[in-house]
C-alpha cells in the first residue's frame, strides 16, 4: 500500500513540472520567515515597560531555526525522498516562526499585552534553560506519577472490564459499584484520599490510576459485550476452551474499544496529576506552574505550560503508536 | 446399532421470540446421514436449515428427541465438527495464516501440526495471501480462508450454512468445484445448507427439501447422478424441476426433448 502511494507521488512530481516548481518554493518559506523573524527581533528596539533582558536567547533560537532551515532546504535540492517530505510541512514550520515573531513583536517590542501576564519570549525561553536542571526534577517526578498510576489504573481496568465482560456474578455484584463510583471525577476524592494513604505520592498515584481505571473498565466491558456471538461460537467449534477463548477471541477483539477507553483516561489523568500536584506535592510540574504563579512569575509559569504540553504530548503520541503497533489488523478499516 | 454417520431422530425445537411467543423451529425431523456422504438441506428462509446445522454442531440443543454422531449423542460444539457460517467468521485481528491456525493452537497440537496449515494454504489456493488480514482480501478469498480452517483440524463432520450465499455466480461455481475437491480428497461427511436449487443438485447425493411454519422435511431427493455433473443436462433439469415443485415453484413439467 505504501509503495503504490509513494510511487504515485513521484509520477505526478514527474508529470507535472509546474506543480512541482511551486512546490519546491515552499522548501524557502521556512528560512525566509526565520530570517524575517530576526530582522525584526534584532532589527525593531525593545519596549522599555519590559525589564531588560540579559540574554537574546529568541534572537538564538531563531539563529539556530534559520540554520535548521537552510540544512532542511539544502537537504532537499539533493535528495528527492526528502523533500516531498519537508516540502509539505514547509508552510507549518513557517507559520509556526512567525507566530513566534508576532509573539516577540506583541510582547517585547510593542507590550500591547499585559506586561506582568505576558512576559517576553527571552525571559521564557531564559526559564527554560536557567532552571532546566529544577525542572527536570519536577518532570521526572511527574513523570513517575503518571506512569506508575497510569499501568495500574490501565492493567486494573481491561481486568475488571474482561471480567466484567465475561462473568455474570461479578457483573452483578460489581457493575452498580462501578457505575456508582466511576462517574466521580477522581480529583473529587482527594480529601478522603489525602487522608487514608500515608503519602501524598502514593495518594496522587491511586487518583491517577483511578482516572485511568473508570473509562478503561467500561470501554472494556463495552468491547467485549458488543463482540458479534459467531466470532464465540466459531471459536467453540474449533474446539477452543472458555479461557483460551477469552485471552484469544474476548480481548483481541475488544482492543479497538479499550484504546479508546485507555485514551479517555489519559486525558482524565493528566487533569488528575496536575490537580493532584497542585494540591498536594512539593514537587512536579503541576506545583511548579502553581507556585510561579503565586510569585506572579509568569515567565516560569509559562516554561512550566511548555513542559507540560510536551509530557501530555508525548504520552498521547506513545499510546497512538502503541495502538497503530496492536491494531494493525484494523489499518482501513476503523477510523477514530 | 447405528455405526457411522449422523443420525437424527424427532427433533423438536422451539424459540421464544422478542414478543415471547413459542416459535417452533423444527418439528419431528428424522434423518439420517451416511459417514462421507454429502447432504443439503433447501428450503426458504425461516424452515430451520441453520438450526438443523447449528444442533449438528451442538451450538443449540434440541427440546426433544436424539442426535448422535457415530452412535454418540452430541452435546456440545466439538472440533470434530467443523462449521463455516454464511459470513466468513474469520477474527479480523488475525492474520490468513493465524486463522488457518486457530484450531491447532487452540487444541494445543499445533507445534506437531505447523506444515499442514500451509497445506490447507496450498488446499485453497491462498498461497502468497498468508499474511494478509481478512478485510485485504476479496469475498471468495475470505470463504476460502474460512473452509481451509474449518477443515484444518481433520473433522470428521463439515458443517456449511449457505457458504456460497454472497458470492457472485462465477466464484460460486468455482467454489463447489473446490468443495467436491476437498470431499472426495479428505473424504469428509459434509451438511450443506443451501438455497440455490442448482448448487444443492451439484453437489449433493441427498437433497432435504424443508417447508416453515413448523420447520420439517417434506421430502428426502436422492441424487443418483455421476459426477462430475452437467449443470445442464437433462437429468439434471428434471431433477431441477422435481425441487422445484416441491418448493412449490415452476408448475410446469419440462419437456426434456424442447428446443429452443
Ligand atoms: N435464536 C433464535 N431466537 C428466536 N428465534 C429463532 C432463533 N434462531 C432461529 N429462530 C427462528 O427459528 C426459525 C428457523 O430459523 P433458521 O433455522 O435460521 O431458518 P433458516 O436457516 O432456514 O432460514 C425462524 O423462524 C427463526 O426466526
Ligand atoms: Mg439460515
Redesign the pocket.
Known amino acids: 500500500m505504501a509503495d503504490i502511494k509513494g510511487s504515485e507521488v513521484e509520477t505526478t512530481g514527474k508529470t507535472a513540472p509546474g506543480f512541482a516548481k511551486s512546490i519546491k518554493i515552499s522548501t524557502i518559506l521556512p528560512i525566509v520567515a526565520a530570517a524575517g523573524a530576526l530582522i525584526v527581533n534584532l532589527g525593531l528596539p525593545d519596549s522599555a515597560e519590559h525589564p531588560i533582558a540579559e540574554h537574546h536567547y529568541f534572537a538564538g533560537a531563531l539563529c539556530v531555526l534559520l540554520a535548521f532551515a537552510g540544512i532542511a532546504f539544502i537537504t532537499g535540492i539533493f535528495s528527492q525522498k526528502f523533500r516531498t517530505v519537508y516540502q509539505s510541512k514547509a508552510p507549518f514550520y513557517s507559520g509556526i516562526i512567525l507566530f513566534l515573531s508576532l509573539c516577540d513583536i506583541l510582547t517585547a517590542k510593542t507590550a500591547l499585552l499585559p506586561v506582568l501576564y505576558f512576559p517576553s519570549l527571552d525571559r521564557v525561553l531564559g526559564v527554560l534553560i536557567e532552571d532546566f536542571s529544577f525542572i527536570c526534577k519536577c518532570l521526572i517526578y511527574s513523570l513517575r506519577l503518571q506512569f506508575v498510576g497510569w499501568l495500574c489504573g490501565a492493567f486494573c481496568g481491561i481486568s475488571t472490564g474482561v471480567a466484567l465482560g465475561f462473568i455474570p456474578q461479578f457483573k452483578y455484584w460489581t457493575y452498580p459499584l462501578v457505575r456508582i463510583l466511576g462517574p466521580i471525577p477522581s480529583t473529587a476524592w482527594f480529601p478522603l484520599v489525602l487522608v487514608s494513604f500515608p503519602t501524598v505520592v502514593s495518594a496522587s498515584t491511586f487518583l491517577i490510576a483511578l482516572a485511568v481505571w473508570f473509562p478503561t473498565t467500561v470501554l472494556t466491558m463495552n468491547g467485549i459485550n458488543n463482540i458479534q456471538n459467531s466470532y464465540f461460537e466459531v471459536a467453540e467449534t474449533m474446539g477452543a476452551s472458555k479461557t483460551y477463548v477469552i485471552f484469544h477471541v474476548g480481548i483481541p477483539a475488544a482492543m479497538p474499544h479499550m484504546f479508546i477507553g485507555l485514551f479517555n483516561g489519559t486525558c482524565a489523568s493528566f487533569i488528575t496529576l496536575v490537580t493532584a500536584e497542585m494540591i498536594g506535592a512539593k514537587c512536579g510540574i503541576g506545583w511548579y506552574i502553581n507556585w510561579q504563579k503565586e510569585m506572579m512569575a509568569y515567565a516560569n509559569v509559562y516554561a512550566g505550560l511548555i513542559v507540560m504540553s510536551l509530557i501530555c504530548y508525548c504520552f498521547i503520541t506513545l499510546l497512538f503508536y502503541l495502538r497503530d503497533k496492536v491494531l494493525v489488523w484494523q489499518k482501513g478499516v476503523i477510523k477514530w | 446399532m447405528v455405526e457411522g454417520g449422523i443420525s437424527i431422530s424427532n427433533i423438536k425445537k422451539t424459540?421464544?421470540?422478542v414478543q415471547n411467543e413459542t416459535?417452533t423451529?423444527l418439528l419431528n425431523i428424522n434423518l439420517k446421514i451416511p459417514t462421507g456422504s454429502l447432504t443439503s438441506l433447501i428450503?426458504p428462509?425461516?424452515?430451520?436449515?441453520?438450526?438443523v446445522l447449528r444442533l449438528i454442531a451442538g451450538l443449540n440443543h434440541p427440546d426433544s428427541g436424539t442426535l448422535t454422531l457415530d452412535g454418540k449423542q452430541i452435546e456440545k460444539p466439538g472440533s470434530d465438527r467443523g462449521f463455516m457460517f454464511q459470513q466468513h467468521t474469520l477474527f479480523p485481528w488475525l492474520t490468513i495464516r493465524n486463522n488457518i491456525a486457530f484450531s491447532l493452537k487452540a487444541q494445543n497440537i499445533y507445534k506437531e501440526n505447523a506444515s499442514r496449515v500451509d497445506e490447507f494454504i496450498d488446499l485453497v489456493g491462498l498461497k502468497g495471501f498468508e499474511n494478509y488480514y481478512p478485510h485485504q482480501l476479496s469475498g471468495g478469498m475470505c470463504q476460502r480462508a474460512s473452509l481451509a480452517r474449518a477443515i484444518v483440524s481433520h473433522p470428521k463432520v463439515l458443517l456449511l450454512d449457505e457458504p456460497f450465499g454472497a458470492l457472485d455466480a462465477f466464484t460460486r461455481m468455482n467454489m463447489q468445484d473446490e468443495l467436491l475437491r476437498i470431499w472426495k480428497e479428505r473424504n469428509m461427511t459434509m451438511i450443506m445448507?443451501t438455497h440455490d436449487v442448482d448448487e444443492a443438485i451439484y453437489v449433493s447425493d441427498q437433497i432435504v427439501v424443508m417447508s416453515?411454519r413448523p420447520?420439517r422435511i417434506i421430502k428426502i431427493v436422492d441424487v443418483k447422478l455421476a459426477r462430475p455433473r452437467a449443470r445442464s443436462s437433462n437429468d439434471f433439469l428434471l431433477y431441477r424441476s422435481k425441487i422445484l415443485r416441491l418448493l412449490n415453484f415452476g408448475g410446469t413439467e419440462i419437456q426434456p426433448e424442447f428446443s429452443i
Open positions: 424459540f421464544t421470540n416459535i423451529a428450503g428462509s425461516g424452515c430451520g436449515k441453520s438450526t445448507v416453515p420447520g
